[in-house]
């Protein structure tokens, strides 16, 4: 069974960027899934999925909806129906790492049935896979909804700011409420913090695996829409997290 690791934090601390770097130093075969409707995650691994004619959870659901909905004639069920779209036409491959994005949603009401799709497919996905890294969107929400409810390493990217330290005691007082499990619980402070507000993480009873250093090329990366796959490995930020995940016992 793949090792479950979650990347979450406040708005802009920097989950995605972290995603996109880890992936490097995992040990393939590794299934990324989106759950921010911002789709930001493709951006920045260079994943096009218009170009593959690839679909997001979102686009894929909406679509068997509205073909039911015309009243066409489908003996499969829903649910049978959408686990085997998500392989055939949700599941981006590429060199290094598959991708599946949740997307946004395209009729109206809440994310319930793509999340329970997510939550009930993610563990038939997961038997394929050393690594299933998800990259959560902004706060806390996306822990009510329980989509992976067996975490192995959940990894908390902060900002330097007391919103971000309250932040930390609601991820697991939520996480507690709703059932969720992990194994390590581990802080990564973003590229923002100096040595001064560093200490907050290092005395904050967490296990603190450090800070992602700033990085000018990352930054211009990220504007030009460049893929961060192609970083040099001796930039700031990818020898930072390469630290961050030897700390954290990767090999
Ligand atoms: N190490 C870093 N150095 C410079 N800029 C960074 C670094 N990490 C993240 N950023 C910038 O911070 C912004 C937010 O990052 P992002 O990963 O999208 O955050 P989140 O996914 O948490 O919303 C991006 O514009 C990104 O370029
Ligand atoms: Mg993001």
Not at 168 to 192: D, P
Request: charged share 30%; glycine share 8%.
């Amino acid at each position: 069974m793949a090792r479950k690791i979650v990347s979450t934090g406040r708005g802009g601390a920097g989950k995605s960027t972290f995603v996109a770097l880890i992936v490097r130093y995992l040990k393939p075969p590794t299934l990324l899934v989106d759950l921010d409707p911002d789709l930001s995650l493709a951006d920045m691994l260079g994943a096009d999925f218009r170009k593959e004619k690839k679909k997001t959870v979102s686009e894929a659901l909406y679509d068997v909806i509205e073909t039911r909905k015309r009243g066409a004639k489908v003996s499969t069920p829903t649910h049978e129906l959408m686990e085997s779209l998500l392989w055939s036409d949700c599941l981006y491959e590429d060199i290094g790492f598959d991708l599946i994005t949740l997307g946004t949603k395209l009729t109206e009401g809440c994310y319930c049935p793509p999340d329970e799709l997510l939550r009930r497919t993610i563990p038939k996905l997961a038997r394929n896979y050393t690594n299933v890294v998800i990259d959560s969107p902004a706060g806390v929400e996306h822990l009510n909804r329980n989509i992976v409810s067996d975490i192995n390493d959940l990894f908390v990217i902060c900002d330097p700011s007391e919103k971000s330290l309250r932040h930390i005691g609601r991820i697991k007082e939520i996480m507690k409420a709703v059932g969720i499990r992990y194994n390590r619980f581990y802080l990564v402070a973003n590229y923002e913090f100096d040595e001064g507000t560093e200490g907050y993480l290092r005395n904050s009873g967490e296990i603190y695996l450090g800070k992602i250093d700033y990085d000018a090329n990352l930054e211009q990366y990220n504007l030009q829409g460049k893929p961060l796959l192609e970083l040099p490995e001796d930039s700031p930020a990818c020898l930072s997290v390469k630290r961050i995940l030897t700390k954290g016992g990767y090999g």
